[in-house]
């Protein structure tokens, strides 16, 4: 059976608790930067969603305008040395890193090669009808999946940003983690791994039926590399500004986060470029925000008409960017913003995407998290058609060219990079 192996990268040992934790032990966070200022209670919120002052934009019936859907076929005509990413809907991706052959082991023996295709990652996963704790209640989606989780080629590990029921769907983890056991047995691929947050773990096994050696938490910076036959992928944990919650009593327990994935050479490779004396192709990187915002927009910014420009925005990004960058691929979120001075603390706009895109070096950003489900806040306020229009407005207003160095897909839709 082929091995996925999972191995911590060292990392120098804290002299203190990080700045997120809430206290001297990981058992809830918080975002600790002065772009996070969250201002609106409970009742302000409930307000806001069964008031008078909504003003609910339906889902137009006919899907023209809306985001087109299109039967996946994964990037089947890419290059093996190529990234691959599908839209699924909303936040969810699927993730194939390029593929390294390896001709030899390390001890020089002939390395058999049976794997075809690059280490698949598949992003925030959610297959369900409805975002909320059973399927009779919570935001309901206007766009299908592009296949069913049948049809859903088999991956080697979930990424998981935050629980929040529209990234984290109790039905499609079991689906890929125990109903398809057997498949990957008979494929001869190792058990799915799943990396996630702080204070994640006992959700997976206590609810999903997840073994605990088969799911990694990471804190921020945490780096793991998966390696799987001639490919080395490094994934980091990295910071985002947003929240975790699945029911009572539960509020920011579960660590949120955004994540990196980027190829590594291996000993082979290195030794190969020692004696050419020649540095092979640069190595390419994915971020993958999750769900995040960038700054907080109040309603005392608005009364003064403070400009989004002067406010303190999210630092984690410029560092992601520094650590990391330049990124091949960033898939950024733009949409489920409004109302802004509610839900900018935690969901980027349009205009914040592109800041991001900036921050952390991307290359080519693809806009997510619209198009697809709306939450209670955002389903009230939010015209569906909106924020594509605004991510392209916005993105064009400081110079980037559309289709080079930012764009949108279709759900089903592969991106080649």
């Not at 980027?262 to 020692?274: C, P």
Request: negative net charge; charged residues 25%; aromatic residues 8%.
């Amino acid at each position: 059976m082929e091995t996925l192996a999972v191995t911590k990268v060292p990392r120098d040992a804290p002299t203190g608790p990080p700045s997120h934790w809430l206290d001297s032990t990981p058992t809830g966070f918080r975002n600790p930067w002065p772009s996070f200022r969250q201002t609106f209670s409970v009742t302000q919120m409930l307000r806001l969603r069964f008031g008078p002052g909504r003003n609910f934009v339906p889902v137009p019936e006919n899907r023209e305008g809306l985001v087109p859907i299109q039967t996946p076929d994964w990037g089947a005509h890419a290059q093996p040395s190529q990234i691959k990413a599908t839209w699924i809907g909303h936040s969810s991706f699927l993730i194939e890193m390029p593929l390294r052959v390896q001709d030899r082991r390390e001890d020089g023996t002939e390395a058999s090669m049976q794997r075809q295709y690059g280490l698949r990652v598949l992003m925030d996963p959610v297959f369900c009808e409805r975002m909320g704790p059973a399927q009779l209640v919570g935001p309901r989606r206007f766009s299908r999946t592009p296949c069913t989780l049948d049809e859903l080629p088999l991956v080697d590990a979930l990424c998981i940003s935050h629980s929040h029921y529209d990234h984290l769907d109790i039905d499609t983890v079991k689906q890929l983690y125990a109903d398809k056991a057997q498949k990957r047995t008979a494929a001869g691929l190792a058990p799915l791994q799943i990396f996630c947050g702080l204070n994640s773990r006992p959700w997976f096994v206590n609810n999903c039926g997840v073994q605990p050696e088969h799911v990694t938490e990471m804190d921020w910076w945490d780096e793991v590399d998966l390696i799987v036959g001639g490919t080395i992928v490094r994934l980091a944990c990295t910071p985002s500004q947003h929240g975790s919650r699945r029911g009572l009593g539960d509020q920011d327990h579960m660590l949120w986060c955004s994540f990196v994935l980027s190829e590594q050479e291996s000993k082979q490779e290195i030794k190969q470029e020692i004696k050419q004396e020649s540095k092979q192709e640069s190595k390419t990187a994915v971020y993958f925000a999750g769900d995040t915002g960038y700054r907080s927009v109040t309603d005392e910014d608005v009364a003064a008409s403070t400009s989004v420009d002067d406010l303190p925005h999210c630092p984690a990004f410029a560092e992601i960017g520094a650590k990391y960058g330049p990124f091949s691929l960033a898939l950024l979120p733009i949409g489920c913003y409004t109302p802004r001075t509610k839900l900018s603390p935690v969901h980027c706009s349009p205009e914040d995407a592109v800041a991001v895109h900036f921050d952390v070096r991307s290359q080519l950003s693809v806009g997510m998290h619209y198009g697809t489900v709306r939450g209670g806040l955002s389903v009230q306020y939010e015209d569906v058609q909106e924020p594509p229009q605004l991510w392209r407005k916005a993105g064009e207003a400081r110079g980037l060219v559309w289709d080079r160095d930012f764009r949108l897909c279709d759900i089903g839709e592969t991106v080649v990079v």
